[in-house]
């Protein structure tokens, strides 16, 4: 049974930082492309990052500079550093990992690879004020 969850969302001031977990368990999620989206209210999922099975990641162009994704494959679990939030970065975010081997693990402008097929957590939430 696969599960992806998610932790470390909570209400910052604009300007904070936060670091977001995805704990993983049931698969190897270092095999496959990892990300991060978020949703806010009334508005489209959007990916934010990705990183690959090598450890190459890519990010949508409206959180370049500011956000980190990383993951650790001995602990299955994918993190996003946030830094200097902003009031527009308050979503729910999610994490999920492909389950096919894919060559699209990137981003183009702001839009990041999704996978077609895959897993995804329940989101947590970030609030920025």
């Known amino acids: 049974h696969v599960q992806l969850v998610e932790s470390g969302g909570g209400s910052v001031q604009t300007g904070g930082s936060l670091t977001l977990s995805c704990t993983v368990s049931?698969?190897?999620?270092?095999?496959?492309?990892m990300g991060w989206f978020r949703q806010a209210p009334g508005k489209e999922r959007e990916g934010v990052a990705v990183?690959?099975?090598?450890?190459?990641?890519d990010y949508a162009d409206n959180v370049k500079g500011r956000f980190t994704i990383s993951r650790d494959n001995v602990k299955n679990t994918l993190f996003l550093q946030i830094d200097s939030l902003k009031p527009e970065d308050s979503a729910m975010y999610f994490c999920?990992?492909?389950?096919?081997?894919?060559?699209?693990?990137?981003?183009?402008?702001?839009?990041?690879?999704?996978?077609?097929?895959?897993?995804w957590g329940q989101g947590t939430q970030v609030t920025v004020s």
């Open positions: 999920a990992g492909d389950s096919t081997v894919t060559r699209a693990c990137y981003c183009i402008g702001d839009y990041c690879y999704t996978p077609v097929s895959g897993y």
């Open positions: 990183i690959d099975s090598d450890g190459t990641t």
């Open positions: 049931g698969y190897t999620s270092s095999r496959y492309c």
